[in-house]
């Protein structure tokens, strides 16, 4: 009789060992691509079918740049070398661009970045030679030939897509860079609307804005204006020329500018003033010993109203405090201070208008009809051309409240926050 496990099987059948649940993956080797593009690919396509980690990834991709990294030059970067020609690499770029597949988001797009990215590295002579034609005819009678090249090769630097610098080149040869109208016009506006709601525009702009700084005693943004815009210029009156109207442009990274002004009066200064009142002597001396060292335009108010003198008298101190800052500018400041329990808040409106007349009105200001203040990180400006725009709603602005004992002097003059 046979035993039981055998009739489990028939005659001859092999019995077999388990089979492994995965085959085992050999990690590739850098060394082995022909070329950086090679490479790429492949670790992607491995990550995407789940042969490597993305911590492996992450260091085969970094072992990878290391292994194509040579010393480089313009003109010859070190993937280029890779090809016979340019037009080959051109052409095997475009292959794998039209090959990616789109519906994989994470594999697709971060394949599209890099492709573009080199390609327009690959392009970057073409680039530069279509932008400093466009440059050239724009730009010829307001820069000379060694700065067009520079301006060329800035633009072709901007941090946007090889497509993208087509479309701005266009944009630019059109003169559909700058809506120049815009920063003569009083109001609130903001950038985008400036650069025509193009996003490209805006990504240049962005990039321009510290080009020539310091250059002829400019600031950030009027040569990118000047560049971008055939109706500005930085030449003539202002710091900058918009289609025949001068302008002060001032321009801050984050929420704030400028001031309305360059220098105002030191802190002992003004303390040596005040205290010099005999009515204020005692109240001004407690205060910037005892409570703060400054003294903003609203406390101000706020102290000489408790004194409880009579508008005759306050004047005489407005017009000591307040022309000593602004000279013959300060009358409206100095008339809304005189009023019984004067109100801190319209003494504070009619200080930043007398302000912007005064600084508008003298040397300080130099010759300009117009000032814009930009805010870019909020992508936002505002334009002004009478101190009376600056407190009658033409212009919507933050708070801001300058210091009539100032800690710095410039703390004593206003800074145009676009709301």
């Given at each position: 009789?046979?035993?039981?496990?055998?009739?489990e099987?028939?005659?001859?059948?092999?019995?077999?060992?388990?089979?492994?649940?995965?085959?085992?993956?050999?990690?590739?080797?850098?060394?082995?691509?022909?070329?950086?593009?090679?490479?790429?690919?492949d670790?992607?396509?491995?990550?995407?079918?789940?042969?490597?980690?993305?911590?492996?990834?992450?260091?085969?991709?970094a072992?990878?740049?290391?292994?194509?990294?040579?010393?480089?030059?313009?003109?010859?970067?070190?993937?280029?070398?890779?090809?016979?020609?340019?037009?080959?690499?051109?052409?095997?770029?475009?292959?794998?661009?039209?090959?990616?597949d789109?519906?994989?988001?994470?594999?697709?797009?971060?394949?599209?970045?890099?492709?573009?990215?080199?390609?327009?590295?690959?392009?970057?002579?073409?680039?530069?030679?279509?932008?400093?034609?466009?440059?050239?005819?724009?730009?010829?009678?307001?820069?000379?030939?060694?700065?067009?090249v520079?301006?060329?090769?800035?633009?072709?630097?901007?941090?946007?897509?090889?497509?993208?610098?087509?479309?701005?080149?266009?944009?630019?040869?059109n003169?559909?860079?700058?809506?120049?109208?815009?920063?003569i016009?009083?109001?609130n506006?903001?950038?985008?609307?400036?650069?025509?709601?193009?996003?490209?525009n805006?990504?240049?702009?962005?990039?321009?804005?510290?080009?020539?700084?310091?250059?002829?005693?400019?600031g950030?943004?009027?040569h990118?204006l000047?560049?971008?815009?055939?109706?500005?210029?930085?030449?003539?009156?202002?710091?900058?020329?918009?289609?025949?109207?001068?302008?002060?442009?001032?321009?801050?990274?984050?929420?704030?500018?400028?001031?309305?002004?360059?220098?105002?009066?030191?802190?002992?200064?003004?303390i040596?003033?005040?205290?010099g009142?005999?009515?204020?002597?005692?109240?001004?001396?407690?205060?910037?010993?005892?409570?703060?060292?400054?003294?903003?335009?609203?406390?101000?108010?706020?102290?000489?109203?408790?004194?409880?003198?009579?508008?005759?008298?306050?004047?005489?101190?407005?017009?000591?405090?307040?022309?000593?800052?602004?000279?013959?500018?300060?009358?409206?400041?100095?008339?809304?201070?005189?009023?019984?329990?004067?109100?801190p808040?319209?003494?504070?409106?009619?200080?930043?208008?007398?302000?912007?007349?005064?600084?508008?009105?003298t040397?300080?200001?130099?010759?300009?009809?117009?000032?814009?203040?930009?805010?870019?990180?909020?992508?936002?400006?505002?334009?002004?051309?009478?101190?009376?725009?600056?407190?009658?709603?033409?212009?919507?602005?933050?708070?801001?409240?300058?210091?009539?004992?100032?800690?710095?002097?410039?703390?004593?003059?206003?800074?145009?926050?676009?709301?």
């Open positions: 009789m046979e035993p039981w496990f055998e009739k099987k028939t005659e001859g059948e092999v019995i077999k060992f388990p089979s492994p649940k995965a085959k085992v993956i050999q990690m590739p080797n850098v060394q082995s691509y022909p070329t950086f593009l090679d490479g790429v690919k670790l992607q396509n491995r990550k995407t079918q789940g042969e490597i980690s993305q911590a492996a990834y992450d260091k085969l991709y072992d990878l740049i290391h292994r194509f990294m040579q010393k480089e030059s313009f003109e010859t970067p070190w993937f280029l070398r890779e090809y016979q020609s340019l037009d080959q690499a051109k052409q095997e770029i475009i292959q794998k661009v039209q090959q990616l789109i519906t994989d988001q994470e594999t697709g797009e971060e394949s599209a970045k890099l492709l573009d990215k080199i390609y327009s590295i690959l392009n970057k002579s073409n680039t530069v030679n279509r932008l400093q034609a466009v440059v050239d005819q724009a730009l010829a009678d307001e820069y000379k030939e060694a700065d067009l520079e301006i060329s090769k800035t633009i072709a630097g901007a941090p946007i897509s090889y497509q993208d610098k087509l479309t701005f080149i266009e944009n630019l040869q003169d559909k860079c700058i809506n120049h109208k815009m920063l016009t009083p109001g506006h903001s950038l985008d609307d400036l650069c025509f709601g193009s996003s490209q805006f990504a240049v702009f962005s990039h321009l804005l510290e080009y020539g700084r310091g250059k002829q005693r400019k950030p943004g009027e990118a000047a560049i971008m815009s055939k109706s500005i210029s930085v030449a003539g009156m202002g710091d900058i020329n918009v289609a025949g109207t001068p302008v002060e442009l001032k321009v801050g990274m984050s929420k704030g500018s400028g001031r309305f002004g360059e220098e105002g009066r030191t802190r002992q200064e003004m040596s003033i005040l205290t009142i005999p009515e204020l002597a005692n109240t001004i001396e407690n205060y910037v010993t005892t409570v703060r060292k400054s003294i903003n335009v609203e406390t101000f108010t706020t102290l000489v109203n408790s004194l409880n003198l009579d508008p005759k008298k306050k004047k005489e101190i407005g017009q000591k405090v307040f022309g000593t800052i602004f000279g013959n500018f300060a009358n409206d400041v100095v008339n809304a201070f005189a009023q019984p329990n004067a109100d808040g319209e003494v504070l409106r009619q200080y930043v208008k007398s302000n912007f007349n005064w600084y508008k009105g040397d300080q200001g130099g010759k300009w009809e117009v000032l814009c203040s930009m805010a870019i990180a909020k992508r936002k400006f505002v334009v002004i051309s009478d101190g009376e725009q600056a407190i009658n709603g033409t212009v919507s602005l933050l708070k801001n409240t300058p210091y009539v004992v100032p800690v710095q002097p410039t703390d004593m003059l206003f800074q145009p926050n676009p709301r």
